[in-house]
């Protein structure tokens, strides 16, 4: 039996995404796939369009056996956090033989030693990091910066051959980033599954508008958020920009999650909210949030008490250091409260828990195998396990507890977004059905 795991957000589906996992079956002759996939808030400081339920039903449609929750605290780090999350939870399975993502660059003989190289970053490399930030570059650029020098001085071993400028070109790469970063932390948990690069086809993913059948998913939500807000904006008039970039089968569900009348969820959703939240703030408070550092309490607090928007609070905030996506990553941390002190005590752990949102007849099988193997708990009716839990709770266990707090209380807050009242209600955690497909 050969399982293949994949990480996913599927921000909608769409027909890059049924390229990768035909590729990834292919490739590595898997007979099972499972998915750990971002819940309803994303890396890149974004809540998804569509809720976390609706994109695991596209990911069983297509082919996928089983969809597990990547925990809150993990889904909305850094390239960094984000990959250490993804990778330990899929490793804590103990089934998955096969890991693989897409990126720029496919060739794992390249990847691999740079992914090594990070993982235990010599006292050289340190020292250039070190000088490169004092030029307020945000981090991505600055370590980009730093290998390649180190490359262009050292060298790095088994990339000789490799010039300093086509190392940069690909340290640029946002999918190479991710890829890099997945394969240092399957290092360095020592962990026996095997990395599988495939290479991207179609749009960049960076790609604003809709260019063929395989676009970004930027510019399918771009199209979807553009439509929607117009005042002539009807369904069929969507499907005819949009549907040639989703597969077939995946479509109706999305057009289904419209005339349900659910609108596609974006940042402005919770525009007010997060207003109110940083002008009731005092600087103290948002010092401790997550990803704040280096005085940016105070830069945030003034944006705050100037923006009127979303738009002008991050246009006011951000600088070459702080981005749009780190400045987005930190607003949904204020938006929940997560602390520094919380995600370090969750990175020294990883994800405690496998939450399950979906499976196939296949993927049935599997849980019964992870459950042997694992050590995680699998998680399938939430108030049964929190009842379970809490008549015999250890420092473990408030920790799993809390981590999981994130997780549901991020549902709650994602549901304002919608414009209905009756989808506006929380606890949607413990209504709603896992996705089971049986045929």
Known sequence: MKTLGIIVEYNPFHNGHLYHLSKAK????????????????????????????????????????????????????DANGFAFGAVKLLDSLQIIDYLCFGSETHHLDILYPIS????????????????????GYEYPKVRSQALCEYHRIFGIDHLKE??????????????????LEYIKHLLNLNSKITPVPIKRIGASYHHKTIS???????????????????????????????ETTIP????????????????????????????????????EDISHIHGVNEGLENRIKRASLESSSIGDLINQIKTRRYTRTK??????????NLSKDDVTTFNSHGPLYIRILGFSKKGKTLLRIIKKKSTLPQITK????????????????????????????????????YQKTKDKV???DFTHNIIIKDN
């Not at 007979?31 to 994303?42: E, I, P, Q, R």
């Not at 400045?327 to 929940?336: A, K, N, S, Y």
Request: with cysteine.
């Open 116 to 135: 090594k190289f990070l993982n235990i970053e010599t006292q050289p490399y340190k020292e250039l990091i070190k000088g490169k930030s004092k030029n």
């Open 327 to 336: 400045i987005q990553r930190i607003l949904l941390h204020v938006m929940m």
């Open 26 to 77: 292919e490739i590595t002759k898997a007979d099972y796939v499972v998915a750990v996939m971002s819940g309803n808030f994303l890396q890149r400081g974004e809540p998804a369009i569509i809720n976390k339920w609706v994109r695991t039903e596209m990911a069983i449609n297509a082919g996928i056996d089983l969809v597990i929750e990547i925990p809150f605290a993990f889904s909305t780090q």
């Open 426 to 428: 929380a606890r949607f």
């Open 248 to 283: 077939h089968s995946i479509y109706p569900i999305l057009e289904k999650e419209f005339k349900e009348g659910r609108n596609p969820i974006n940042i402005n959703s919770y525009e007010q909210y997060i207003l109110a939240l940083l002008r009731r703030m005092s600087l």
């Open 162 to 179: 490799l010039s300093p400028l086509k190392l940069s070109k690909i340290l640029n790469c946002p999918n190479n980033i991710l890829a």
């Open 382 to 417: 939430l108030s049964n396990y929190i009842k379970q839990i809490n008549y015999h709770k250890n420092d473990k266990q408030k920790i799993l507890l809390k981590m999981l707090n994130f997780d549901i209380v991020s549902t709650d807050i994602y549901t304002l977004g």
């Open 212 to 242: 063929g059948n395989i676009s970004s998913a930027t510019s399918i939500r771009n199209e979807i958020l553009k439509s929607i807000t117009s005042p002539k904006y009807n369904l069929l008039a969507l499907k005819n920009k949009i």
